[in-house]
């Protein structure tokens, strides 16, 4: 059998070998800064890599598979070989969706793809609909975030390698779960990082936290911008992925007059009409532009989806009461109004933080809530504090409830990060596994200084490079088998399914939304249709006007669920006064006919209402 290899590499002056199995051979130009060829009896797992103009040994750009890692030979992948057992499968929605972001490395004891299959019942159980996989690019050392891949085209060996992710999806098709692969596409890691030898993969003509920007615009960038949607496509057909989250858009410099996410939006819409199932691509942007998200047909970049922070902001400050950084803005409950009927809190206001207005209005008419995914914490919100302290750490099982029952019955695609749907006490830290000292000891020192910046003693601050860092991010599932994690899990489990079940909950017009709220009582009431979502963030019993009679058919008095169902009770009663978001309406009732409920301190209940 012959395998024939390609490289782009114009930087090349005179030659480029392949090296295959030990042995050095000619590649012959292609054109356009292409080489290639082929080479007898390389078959499934030979290792091979690239010499150029009798350079050292380097691995394939686009290499499928780095058995050794990344700074190892590359090994010929055959995609044929994996025996399939999903063709039934035919996607999954979006609309509608719950995604679970889950750290491979850290999700289970065992640190694999293999093993995360084990824990796929608990995640179908739960009502998961799409799992979103931190990146799994070969990156250097055994455990890291995944963010400083180097070997994009290529899984993490340490964790399965290809074989493994085609293995997790199978079964995660099996159950009805899609996947959502996380891919960094604005900078590479810093260590083994080669592809500047190879071609103009990158530009100084701008900025970035990482160095050099990824080449989109300069000389050179069309067949940067092919590697780019080339890998992207890959991962829909040959891995059958379902989504592929794009890391920090906002950091891909690009001045063309289409830029790389409306070529990579284009490219994969034509790749679901001919796999025949729907795919989807979800942004992370700093941004606030709707258009991100807007059909190119309506102008748009046709992103199907992007993080709205946010949401995560006016929960997080509220709920913690933090207001450092960029937290600053927002903690109120005027706040909170706004980002549940408008997505974005900075639409165009001013933001602190920044020193400047930030942001555009969303056309709520035209703009769907789905295309936001919203979230009560992800890698980023926990991984990115000091000491990777999670909610639970702060918050009591009462106000993690209130918070899972504001998220979970909003109108945007909610998101939960691992563990959380049981309370995890577990951190989830910053930490690496860099084999050079020097760079080992920059990330060290980088991280301690950050935070010192900030009041903390660096000795506080967790050492990435220590595995011990690492091992204490692991999740500890028996923590889901005492009273208190079984309990928040129930309560996850059932709003997910009432958020599936009750049209009011799944419907994702934004303009439908209705907000109430009094700040000095704190409390929060959110109308979702034929539904109202009572929220009580204050410590004692509060009475909240429901603007509307209860419709006592759909359960006890009117309540179809309450997180303290005992003391939860609806009574008749005038409406005091409160205040209202853009989409409130008047009273729908008369003031003899206003129905109140009697809420315990820091508690949710979901209340049915006659139109």
Known sequence: ????????????????????????????????????????????????????????????????????????????????????????WRGTPLPGGVIYELHVGTFTPEGTLEAAVGRLDHLAALGVTLVELLPLAAFPGQHGWGYDGVGLYAVHQAYGGPDGLKTFVDACHARGIGVCLDVVYNHLGPAHNYLSEFGPYFTDKYATPWGMAVNLDDPGSDEVRAFIVDNALGWFRDFHVDALRLDAVHALHDERAVPILEELSHEVDAAAASLGRPLWLIAESDRNDARTVTPRESGGLGVHAQWDDDVHHALHALLTGERDGYYGDFGSLPCLAKTM?????????????????????VDVEHTAGWRFVAALQNHDQIGNRAA???????????????????????????????????????????????????????????RRNEFADHGWDPEDVPDPQDEGTFLASRLDWNEQEKEAGARLLDWYTTLIRLRRELPGLADPRLYRVEVTYDEDARWVMIRRGDLGVVANLAGAPATVPLGAVVDEAVGRDGVVLAWHPDDT???????????????????????????????????????????
């Open 341 to 361: 009927t408008r997505a974005f809190f900075h639409d165009g206001t001013w933001s602190s933080f920044r020193g400047r207005v930030h942001g555009r209005p």
């Open 388 to 446: 990777g302290d999670r909610l639970s750490a702060t918050l009591t099982d009462d106000q993690l409830a209130v918070a899972a029952g504001l998220l979970l019955t909003s109108p945007y695609t909610p998101m939960l990060f691992m563990g959380e749907e049981w309370g995890a006490r577990t951190p989830w830290q910053y930490f690496t596994d860099f084999e050079d000292p020097d760079l080992a000891e920059a990330v060290r020192n980088g």
């Open 569 to 611: 009770h609806t009574v008749p009663g005038s409406k005091p006064h409160a205040e209202s978001s853009p989409n409130s309406s008047s009273n729908s009732a008369d003031k003899d006919d206003v129905t109140q409920i009697q809420l315990p301190g820091h508690s949710l209940a979901i209340v049915g209402l006659r139109p």
């Open 1 to 88: 059998m012959a395998t024939t290899f390609e490289v782009w590499a114009p930087l090349a002056r005179e030659q480029v070998q392949v090296e295959v199995d030990g042995s050095a051979g000619p590649m012959t130009p292609a054109g356009d800064g292409w080489w290639r060829a082929r080479v007898d009896q390389a078959t499934h797992g030979t290792p091979y890599s690239f010499r150029l103009d009798g350079g050292e040994s380097r691995p394939d750009p686009r290499s499928r598979w780095q058995p050794d890692g990344v700074p190892g030979p590359s090994a010929v992948y055959d995609h044929d070989l994996f025996a399939w057992t999903d063709q039934g």
